[in-house]
């Protein structure tokens, strides 16, 4: 079973500028979240999505935010790009059952210059 | 979501068992503990998770105490690509508007 991918891998974006990052879920997989992993923060949760939901949100400002389609793909957006967006960008996916158990995929590397 | 303690740093030398602690003191009742790791610029990888009784699976095993205020997990023959950071996190086992708090974790180092 393929895992999650992510898109694009590694980014580069300048200051005040906007980037669209894509999330496909494990096949069968519903819920997808995000999180944003920085050496000073750590893995911060971001939001997550059920049924094309937002079901959850972390505590990040509006210029964060995503979508998740009928087919459960997901992408994530952010606007006005500021130097401390630099991060690893992380997507995760789990079926609705118990243990609701995540899987992450690569992650997307953003760095604002 | 309760609060995970685990150590910052261990070694433990190639082909050698792993023994990683994680104390989760204030642990609900229908709470569980899960564990991931998360090597070098990767995307974190699930391990093991447990709600009372004691687990394996093709990685690991994880043990929790009785009380369920600790938990151990167990790499039984660690290898140098078991190097990374293990997260031991607990959180309630249902799929409402939850998420996965992640702490410092325990950086593993397998020494040859």
């Known amino acids: 079973k393929a895992g999650v991918t992510q898109t694009p891998r590694y980014l580069i974006k300048t200051r005040g500028q906007q980037v669209t990052l894509s999330c496909s879920p494990i096949?069968?997989?519903?819920?997808v979240s995000w999180y944003q992993q920085t050496p000073g923060q750590g893995l911060q949760f971001l939001f997550e999505?059920?049924?094309?939901?937002?079901?959850n949100k972390g505590n990040f400002p509006g210029r964060f935010s995503g979508r998740q389609f009928s087919n459960s793909r997901s992408e994530m957006n952010v606007s006005t790009l500021e130097l401390g967006d630099s991060a690893l960008y992380l997507c995760a996916s789990s079926r609705d059952i118990l243990p609701y158990e995540q899987y992450f995929g690569p992650g997307t590397r953003l760095t604002v210059t | 979501d309760a609060k995970t303690t685990q150590p910052p740093s261990m070694d433990c030398a190639e082909g050698r068992a792993a023994n990683l602690p994680c104390n989760h003191s204030?642990?609900?009742?229908?709470?569980?503990v899960y564990w991931y790791r998360q090597i070098h610029s990767q995307g974190p990888q699930y391990i093991i998770h447990g709600l009372k009784n004691n687990e394996t699976n093709e990685m690991a095993s994880l043990i929790i105490t009785e009380d369920r205020k600790s938990s151990t997990l167990i790499l039984p023959h660690a290898t140098l690509r078991d190097t990374a950071v293990y997260y031991c996190i607990v959180r309630v086992g249902n799929n409402y508007g939850q998420n996965f708090v992640f702490g410092p974790g325990t950086r593993l180092s397998v020494l040859p």
């Open positions: 999505y059920f049924s094309e939901t937002q079901r």
């Open positions: 204030t642990i609900s009742g229908n709470e569980y």
């Open positions: 096949s069968g997989h519903r819920s």
